[in-house]
């Protein structure tokens, strides 16, 4: 009995994750696509490249979490965040074709980045 629970358990937890995964990126790919439009010097090209970067950013935001506890958002740790935010944006052009940011545009890009990111609704931690 107590190993049908466990499994039912564990089923449940794999999909609640996936779950997340999910609303992440959509999460991504929506706020990643305002920034965008509201940010002078950054660019999408296509629905595909915004895909592609909302998964990037998703992996290389989890990755920093990951091995350093920092939040890469602007309104997550303070300055270190929106630092690492600006920083993600930036680098994400090297990984995806049809992305293009500048410096400048990385650091206006954070801190709209953090300013639609808090006002959505939903908790996006993992």
Known sequence: MDNDNSNTQTKNNVGSTV??????LI???????????????FTISNIW???????????????IIRFT?????????GFVGFV??????YLTQYFVAGYSISW???????L????VDYFLPG????
């Open 19 to 24: 779950g997340q995964i999910v609303g992440r």
């Open 27 to 41: 999460a991504a790919a929506v706020v990643l696509a305002i920034t965008a439009f509201f940010t002078p010097g």
């Open 49 to 63: 490249a915004l895909a592609l970067a909302a998964v990037v950013l998703t992996v290389m935001d989890y990755l």
């Open 69 to 77: 506890n920092l939040h890469a958002s602007p309104f997550g740790k």
């Open 84 to 89: 690492l935010a600006a920083a993600v944006l």
């Open 104 to 110: 400048i545009a990385a650091i206006i890009g954070a």
């Open 112 to 115: 709209v980045y953090g300013v």
């Open 123 to 126: 908790n996006q931690t993992m």
